[in-house]
């Protein structure tokens, strides 16, 4: 498909002639690195070493950037390296002498080049109900396309993607940093890098709609008109995507920014982008290509994956034509690949099939991509179709499921994921295992982490108190409990009925006490089972 941006949208090409002057140079090692495994502090942020050693994943030598030594004697000899993969352990070069290829391909690091096919091998070894009382967000349009999922049941209890870096890979997020449906994002601090891979540049609030509308789904926040997916979480967005044309460089772009986002510490990666035709017809894939092993973004993405991020990527818009398959890098092994659904819960015809062409069971999942609620780079709340957006639906649920047990492995993660979806028992190559339901997904990950049958109460505030308390309940059940503060003497400072949830933890916060008169202050929670009560301190 000429139109890799997975959106059933139409864009006229503008064909770029220098594209088919960039070639993908295999290197041989590393040798001479500036870097060593033993100091990953140097390379990788705290955020990325935190997360390998949550998942117990080993720093390994694919860890290490490109050695220097080897870029600097490319660049030397008069060829531009335009950008470069750690974990390939490749570079892609700008040269409009062919002849110098030759030359290149007989240095003693180079491995090979890659002048016009896609054929690389390589073999990677990865592999009863919450009672629902109120929503916590008055969702607006999105309510549909979260709720087919149950989503809410993971804000109602607290998981809203805090603490979660998300990272988007895309075309450019036009009018991001203007729209006040993302007005919280930086408000909050939540946009915590960006990068331009086309361009070598930070700047990716322009060039195309197609990203801020991917974004919206996940992060967008308008309460009574829209509410996002994860609208509490962080993000990373990353522009891979030249719209205006279409040559193999784009898989290089997007390997280089998936990279990014694992040097950076992102936990998930949502591409609402796919590969399968090109402008030079060389360079396009077969149905056979499909096997996880052969396209370069389809390695990485694996990659990616053993280095636990949670890799989230759209199925691809092609069923209803002769190609009907998906694309890449949706055909990644232990990545989450997700197919488009209608409100009802039908499979839209346009969606991708499987399975991949070594046999594995592809889409893995299925989300809403007819009609899908979203902001638009203009700011209005409106429609549109396609993969591109039932995959960050599930990006951001997928966020905010692992928020409640982060110490699951990604692949832990998609197994839960899969476990609870409708087709799972009979999974098939349009749906997949079906529609995820994340209120059986988060009762599936609460019962891990052993709560008793009993409540339990955590103060988390500080005594004496200033202006406010906090405290976190941990309930065995859904039911209805009385917090109320009072004064020595029994008056009623506060009194208020608050719903809890089974198997959650269920935080509360009781603020505006600068007013309270400075003395003992008793608090007392009073649950179906018992009451607990304490003095504090003002």
């Known amino acids: 498909m000429k139109i890799i941006i997975l959106l059933l949208i139409t864009v006229t090409s ?12 295999k290197l041989t090692d590393k040798n001479n690195n500036a870097y060593n495994i033993t100091q990953p502090e140097d390379f990788l942020s705290q955020r990325a070493i935190d997360r390998r050693n949550r998942y117990n ?24 390296v335009l950008l470069t993969s750690k974990w390939l352990n490749a570079v892609t070069i ?7 290829l030759d030359t290149i391909e007989n240095l003693g690091f180079v491995e090979h080049i890659d002048r016009f096919t896609t054929q690389l091998k390589q073999t990677i ?3 009863q109900g919450i009672q629902k009382i109120q929503d916590f967000y008055n969702y607006g349009t999105g309510y549909d396309q979260i709720h087919i999922h149950n989503g809410e049941v993971l804000h109602n209890n607290a998981y809203k993607g805090q603490g979660m870096l998300i990272a988007v890979l895309d075309a450019g997020f036009l009018n991001v940093d203007q729209i006040e449906g993302f007005s919280h994002l930086f408000n909050e601090n939540r946009i915590i890098a960006t990068r331009n891979i086309v361009l070598a540049t930070d700047d990716v609030y322009g060039y195309h709609t197609h990203g801020t509308m991917v974004l919206s789904t996940i992060a967008g926040y308008l309460p009574g008109e829209f509410v996002g997916t994860a609208p509490k979480a962080s993000f990373v967005l990353i522009r891979t995507e030249d719209t205006n044309s279409e040559y193999l460089i784009e898989e290089d772009y997007w390997v280089s ?13 949502n591409s609402s982008l796919g590969y399968t035709t090109f402008d030079d017809p060389r360079q396009n894939h077969t149905y056979a290509d499909l096997d996880g092993k052969t396209s370069r973004a389809s390695i990485v993405a694996t990659i990616a994956a053993s280095k636990g991020i949670a890799v989230v990527n759209s199925a691809g818009n092609e069923g209803a034509t002769p190609w009907k398959y998906i694309g890449v890098p949706a055909d990644a092994d232990s990545i989450l690949t997700i197919g488009a659904i209608s409100y009802m819960g039908a499979v839209v015809s346009f969606s991708s099939k499987g399975p991949s062409s070594d046999g594995r069971l592809k889409p893995n999942v299925v989300a809403v991509g ?11 709340v409106t429609t549109n179709s396609g993969t591109s957006f039932s995959s960050p639906i599930t990006a951001g649920l997928v966020a905010c499921l692992w928020q409640a047990k982060p110490e699951l492995s990604n692949i832990e993660l998609f197994n839960i994921i899969e476990e609870s979806a409708s087709h799972y028992n009979n999974p098939d190559t349009a749906y997949g295992y079906g529609i995820p339901d994340f209120c059986e997904a988060l009762l599936h990950i609460q019962e891990l982490k052993g ?3 009993d409540d339990e109460f955590i103060y988390t505030s500080a005594n004496p108190i200033e202006n406010e308390i906090s405290f976190t309940l941990y309930s065995a059940r859904s039911q209805e409990i009385s917090i109320g503060l009072y004064d020595m003497l029994g008056r009623t400072i506060s009194f208020e009925n608050k719903n809890v949830y089974k198997y959650s933890e269920n935080n509360y916060t ?19 089972n018992k009451t607990f009560e304490m003095k504090l301190i003002k």
């Open 14 to 25: 503008v064909f770029s002639q220098s594209y088919p002057d960039k070639y993908w140079v």
């Open 57 to 80: 994943i080993d720093i390994v030598e694919n860890d290490l950037p490109v050695s220097k030594v080897y870029i600097d004697s490319l660049e030397a000899l008069g060829c531009k």
């Open 94 to 100: 700008g040269t409009t002498d062919t002849a110098f």
């Open 125 to 127: 070894k990865t592999k």
């Open 257 to 269: 920014g998936i990279e990014y986002a694992d040097s950076i510490g992102a936990d998930v990666v």
């Open 370 to 380: 007819l009609n899908s609620a979203l902001i638009d780079a203009g700011g209005d």
């Open 451 to 453: 709560f008793s049958n």
């Open 510 to 528: 009781i603020n505006n006490l600068q007013n309270t008169e400075q003395g003992i202050i008793i608090l007392k929670v009073t649950t179906e």
